[in-house]
């Protein structure tokens, strides 16, 4: 470990590191006070250039973070029943011995493909999992991916061929769907309270009202799961009234006359109908997105496609750029090259060079069931269905599952994936704590923390950074990478990129940039890449068209069209409300909808709550309802209410405010003590991308006083 500035406080060291707790494209730098061996109080780094000193609550209280009274510190060898949390540390050497008889086992009798390579959050060690899965056989490499950010990729995918994001900083309008950014960005606040400051328009789509709706020109409040209606009804607008870009969608868009027919029986009335929209309001949102030149459209990783109607209503969303040729432009939506992590840019990486190529006897899970998900994401598995497939041995038998970080309470309907992980032959938990998940493992490895190791992080504004680990390691826990490369040695892999040591390992992920470790920490620990990819050029799809089948961006999708008989998919974005898809989830007893999911400033998912700061900030278990609602079901602000569906029921505080939508309820996610994927049946997915309707799925409610 490396010293920088010296504190003033007597045997304190100021070592410069970083928070890993959110999203790869912030990882703010902080300024850990260390004094024997441990730390005492972060701040951000003001030096840092990337984070320029911002710190959010996580980072703030990562102390509670790293010293958790639920840290794993040795590994550890189930000695009760799965879930019992009954363990006893085992060395290392034990772990590893036993995993790789166990996985080679299920190897020699069921193949391969019955070991499950499962990687949850954070990100980092990502590449090296996915090697190890290909190195070793199976196909079942999976990701939180199976519920977050790839299904949005997904729509973009089928009608441009790639993602392409908001060029923010050059529209004249940014028209922002389904997000807030004043809480999932929280890296970037500044930056749209100064836009907002110097006038630049906002019309926001937000079936909530946010705290950055209520700044924007215009909001939009649709019923949740509605999205793809509203949109419709805006293309409707935009092409009765010419608005379209004629030129693009004449010379490179296909399926105009389709999308139009479908477009037009989207009428203003009728979408005020389904949305609850005012027709004026959508009226107006849609002239003013196709007037103003030129335009970007700002959407998010998840809440578009968190429905079971998820990948339509964000091909909607998307069509909106097709129309008005917004895409790939400089002040519309630009085309990025995506980076090491996912984090778009132009700063290279050896990625894919190391994860490699491999070919597989067995199709992945959920590739049968999901073809289209299978097109976008051919060398990664559907998740979601896991838990059936070690319920139901079918297509094939699923034995083993190593889970990094696996969470649970990812899964809709978290008791069935419990009662598939107490069933499952072994299971093999790495985390920095024991959570539930961890209990129902056989052996469970402990990881460490961001500020315990050293990673590389590569960001959108050509920084990278790398700094040395700002304390030892806790108790005998190894980081992420480490205990992967140490499995593979065990397993007998003869893989090259396996056997590579940790810091030739992120050698050769930086070689592209013409960095090393060492150098990167001897200047520092954060530079700008030396050598980067060609800058920005607009309207590339002009010489190489777009990578489609039809070398156009597609409104009549050609992907979706090959499975729509056998599969009773669409080709166009038609808009399905969940009682059409799912007639037997909803009826007149479940009157209100279930939306889970919208960001909270002090929370991330469920690695949060055990940090007693945060915890403090408010009841954890909140469930947001509109006031209306609320009397009409004889609900008070602070009481207690349970939540039906016909999957299970849980309790949580009442929350009155008028910021949900009347007819909705909203609750966070991953909250051990009301979990709200207890509610969701296990096959409410969508039938594109696999991904569960999170957003909107039906449920009463009423005043509870004993539980």
Known sequence: MTETTRAPEPGVTIRKTCCGICNAYSHCGIDAHVKDGRIIRVEGSSDNPHSNGRLCPRGAAIRQYVYSKDRVLHPMKRVGEKGSGQFRPISWEEAYREIAEKFNGCKAEFGPQSVCFHAGFSKWYRPVLQRLSGSFGSPNYMTEGSTCQEAHKLAWWLVFGGIAGADVANAELVLVWTRNPFYSNMDNNRHFYDLMEQGKSFIVVDSRKTSFAQKAALHLQPRPGTDGALALGMANVIIQEGLYDRDFVDNYVTGFAEFAALAARYTPERVEALTTVPAPLMVKAARMYAKAKPAALLTSASPLVHHVNGVQNQRAVVSLAALTGNYDITGGNRVVPSGYLHVTGFTPSNEAAYVGEFHFDAPAMGHREFPVWAEFMPDQAQGML????????????????????????????????????????????????????????DIVLPACSGLERSDVKIFADGYVQCFPSAIEPLGESRHDIQILSDLAKALGLQDPHLQMTYEEYMDFILEPTGLTVREIQAAGGIVKAKRTLPPYREKKYRDAGFPTASGKAELYSSVIARYAADYGLDPLPEYRSCAQLFPQYCGPEYPLLMNTGARRPQYMHTRTYRMRWLAELEPNDLLDIHPEDAARYGLTDGGRARITTPAGSICATVHCTATVHPGAVHMYHGNERANTSYLMAHDYLDPYSGYPGYKSFPCRVEAVTEE
């Open 386 to 441: 896991l838990p059936r497939y070690i319920h139901e041995g079918k297509p094939y038998p699923v034995k083993a599952v190593l889970g990094v970080g696996m969470n649970h309470m990812m899964w809709p309907d978290s008791t069935y994936m419990l009662s598939a992980l107490k069933k499952l032959d072994y299971f093999v938990a790495v985390d920095l704590f024991m959570t539930e998940t961890a209990r129902y493992a």
